[in-house]
């Protein structure tokens, strides 16, 4: 069309705009290339371990950061642009919006609540009496559990304090799918049953936490149900992306080219800038094609088939496997109404953890240290 409209030759390209495709191309790359990296290092217990702690602590510091922030009364961004902030009263962090922090937020619940669970697991032993139990779980609680123990309570108050209704329902959703697992391997292996209760503890003081910060979350969830569904926003983003779908469906408009498709198929007029789908599916699908974007939610799935597989062929250390399942149901299930996974700070975290499984995800015979 253009070359018709200039009554010029022009280049041909795959892609709406190639800068951006490129980029973005070059920005999935480099997470992939962060996954191999954590796979390889991950592959010796000692670096594994090392690199799940540093991840805690990381997501530990920035729910603290966020804490701060949301005590002092700010937000992120007015220490960096003079106009007012779109959100107001919801933690967000250092990422500026409550929905992508939630995604941070909720990963770092995650790992907490399974490395306590594994550790209160070793602590408990089979046999000793209720005296002696409770006497080992306070020393642990106390002692070198405690940073543990924090770096639950902060990541977890604050994902509730955001209030985000999809990020606190897909970190909900990552636990029912974990508790799932738990309990088809406890009834594999009867060895099992200390985590399954310590997993039971773990859930119910993310409960109690629940309670205490999701005051705002709950007025929003009666938002929601008074409302009757998805805001409107979102729905004429999806129809736009599945417009876009069907127009272009073996090619896509190039990656990362949502804003400049979204024109030409919009039937709703929004008074600022239009760059994602707010459903990752529908803009992976919508700019490299469909068959493209299978091949790559495939390879998705197959990675964490293999993390699933470890939890079950695993002896000891399963919970680095875990903790990789449980992370991928939550930004898969998160990406169905954001786009959290095109941050760079949620995918090379995401990333990270997905490597880490994987390279743990081997059994004892695969002649690595179990």
Not at 15 to 39: D, G, M, Q
Not at 179 to 192: I, K, M, R
Not at 254 to 268: E, H
Not at 344 to 362: F, K, R
């Amino acid at each position: 069309d253009a070359s018709r409209l200039m009554d010029r030759s022009l280049t041909t390209t795959i892609s709406i705009n190639p800068w951006r495709t490129v980029a973005e191309c070059t920005k999935l790359a480099s997470y992939a290339l962060i996954l191999v990296l954590a796979f390889l290092l991950a592959r010796a217990d000692e670096w594994a371990a090392r690199l799940l702690n540093a991840l805690l602590a990381i997501t530990a510091a920035y729910s603290a950061y966020a804490l701060a922030l949301g005590i002092s009364g700010y937000v992120q961004y007015q220490f960096f642009y003079s106009t007012p902030p779109f959100t107001t009263g919801l933690m967000s962090g250092p990422f500026g919006s409550p929905p992508r922090y939630a995604t941070f937020a909720g990963m770092g619940s995650i790992v907490a609540a399974i490395k306590l669970t594994r550790d209160i697991g070793l602590v408990q032993v089979r046999g000793l009496d209720l005296r002696r139990s409770t006497l080992n779980l306070l020393q642990f609680f106390f002692g070198k559990g405690a940073w543990t123990v924090l770096a639950l309570v902060l990541t977890t108050s604050t994902l509730f304090a955001s209030a985000s209704r999809a990020g606190v329902f897909a970190t909900i959703t990552s636990l029912f799918a974990i508790v799932v697992v738990q309990t088809v391997l406890q009834a594999q292996n009867a060895h099992s049953k200390w985590s399954a209760r310590a997993l039971s503890g773990v859930i119910l003081l993310i409960g109690l936490l629940a309670v205490v910060n999701g005051s705002v979350l709950s007025d929003r969830l009666s938002q929601l149900v008074s409302s009757g569904g998805i805001d409107e926003v979102r729905g004429a983003l999806w129809e736009a992306g599945l417009r876009m779908i069907h127009s272009a469906p073996l090619t896509g408009f190039g990656l990362g080219t949502f804003q400049d498709a979204y024109p030409q198929f919009a039937d709703v007029v929004m008074p600022y800038v239009v760059d994602k789908a707010h459903n990752d599916y529908l803009e992976l699908a919508a700019g490299l094609g469909l068959p493209a974007a299978g091949i790559w939610l495939l390879a998705w799935l197959w990675l964490a088939v293999c993390c699933v597989r470890g939890i079950f062929v695993r002896k000891r250390n399963r919970h680095y496997s875990l903790i990789a399942f449980g992370t991928s149901v939550l930004v898969a299930v998160h990406s169905v109404v954001d786009f959290s996974l095109q941050i760079p700070a949620i995918a090379v975290t995401y990333a990270t953890l997905l490597g880490i499984g994987l390279a743990q995800s081997s059994s004892i015979r695969s002649g690595r240290s179990a």
